[in-house]
């Protein structure tokens, strides 16, 4: 993966429920620099955004609240539970969501940060690899991500499968990976691990 890149982009991925997010807010609490694909994915898909329309127009009106914004929840039932529904809703999604973080990483370079976060779940299965300058997968089991899956959200278990399935396998991340942090245990054990990585990343590209 190309070291070039002016600010360095750090892809942090990681199953549902694999502790991903637990990292980012840890390294967001030491100033770094992230852009949160979630967060980009909830801003293009409000009302009047023309992503809203465009997954009206395939979905329905089965998806959309009735404050018209739109019905996560009842979307999420659909897209999970089918692959070619997934893939319709990514194919909206995606280009949009890299319009606006394309307009965020150039943000971050007029201000002069020489390295940012870029955290996402589906780094990897959208191959988006090459384009940046490292990958760091969190790693946990396929039965740990069910408990905590279930634990924070209230889906049935079968449904939570289905989310988990949805995604890439751990050896493919492994493979795709340039570093992994095992989230097998302790959320202490993790936050070290967090820790080392961040240390890292700032004797490599520089102090935030």
């Known amino acids: 993966m190309t070291t070039e890149q002016h600010p360095a982009i750090i892809g942090l991925t990681g199953g549902i429920a694999s502790g991903k997010s637990t990292v980012a807010e840890r390294w967001r609490g030491r100033g770094v620099p992230i852009i949160d694909a979630d967060q980009v994915a909830r ?82 299965e959208k191959g988006l690899n090459p384009t940046l300058t490292e990958v760091i997968s969190v790693i946990a089991t396929p039965a740990q991500q069910l408990e905590r899956l279930m634990a924070r959200n209230p889906i049935t278990e079968q449904e939570a499968r289905e989310r988990i399935a949805s995604q890439t396998d751990n050896d493919t991340r492994r493979q795709a990976s340039d570093h992994i942090m095992n989230n097998d245990g302790s959320v202490d054990a993790l936050m070290e691990e967090a820790d080392k990585h961040l240390a890292r990343l700032i004797a490599t590209y520089g102090r935030l």
């Open 43 to 124: 801003e293009v898909v409000t009302k009047g955004a023309p992503a809203h329309a465009s997954i009206r127009t395939t979905f329905g009106e089965e998806v959309i609240q009735k404050d018209g914004e739109l019905d996560r929840a009842a979307l999420g039932r659909i897209v999970f539970a089918d692959t070619a529904q997934l893939d319709k809703l990514n194919a909206i999604v995606h280009p949009a969501m890299m319009t606006r973080i394309t307009e965020r990483v150039g943000e971050y370079h007029k201000a002069g940060r020489r390295w940012l976060v870029y955290e996402a779940a589906l780094i990897i």
